[in-house]
């Protein structure tokens, strides 16, 4: 009498192609409403952030990330079968929302820091062009002589509503803002001495404020 054939331990499933779209479809619906959901809200956050009222944004974030199983079947959004495809659409949630509530909170969308000051330039009486002063350390400049015509850069994406320019902390100085520059005049610099400059920028609520020191060069006129 034969042998009977023992029976496989495994029987592979047979492949069904059809599902396999519809699966691979609803996943990449999946990934695009998470990111347009993701997006979106970063976006809100960032302007409640700018609003004042941040600790809503933080709450919103963690009740839908709490309860994004249920947001996604209220939204009749695929849910995933599998749990790596789960995990991966709750990483890119969070992930979008964290990026783009950044890119608000930046320019050119908006700002929450103040006007930018960049560094003090002078005129060349001789050419009319300006130049960087020469830096002798971490905001200190030496100038070529003893009065001198200033102008310092700022850059802000709001409208610049007020700004001072003091002279040892005492003396306001008289100042023009225009083109992105503000300008000025500082008198009694000398040698050995540290003569002190404040450059104070307003706008949108937002202030800056910048100091640096500036000596007469040795051997300069």
Do not use: C
């Not at 492949?15 to 779209?21: K, M, S, T």
């Not at 979008?96 to 930018?116: D, E, K, M």
């Not at 307003?202 to 000596?215: E, P």
């Amino acid at each position: 009498m034969a042998k009977e054939k023992s029976e496989p331990i495994f029987e592979e499933p047979e492949f069904n192609e059809l599902e396999f779209l519809k699966d691979e479809k609803d996943r990449a619906k999946s990934v695009i409403f998470i990111f347009m959901i993701g997006a979106l809200l970063g976006l809100f956050s960032g302007y409640l952030f700018i609003m004042g009222i941040w600790y809503l944004a933080v709450l919103l974030f963690f009740v839908l990330l709490i309860f994004f199983k249920q947001v996604l079947k209220f939204l009749r959004i695929p849910f995933p079968k599998r749990a790596s495809h789960w995990i991966y659409l709750v990483g890119e949630f969070m992930l979008t929302w964290v990026v783009f509530w950044i890119i608000f909170l930046n320019p050119p969308i908006s700002a929450v820091s103040g006007p930018q000051i960049g560094t003090p330039q002078y005129l060349i009486a001789a050419t009319g062009n300006w130049q960087n002063l020469n830096s002798t350390g971490t905001n200190l400049y030496s100038a070529v002589s003893s009065s001198v015509s200033l102008r310092i850069g700022v850059t802000f994406i709001y409208a610049i509503t007020n700004y001072t320019v003091v002279q040892s902390s005492i003396s306001r100085l008289s100042s023009n803002y225009t083109g992105g520059y503000i300008y000025f005049n500082v008198t009694g610099i000398s040698v050995g001495t540290i003569t002190y400059i404040t450059v104070t920028v307003s706008g949108h609520g937002l202030s800056n404020s910048k100091t640096f020191g500036i000596t007469k060069a040795v051997g300069a006129i």
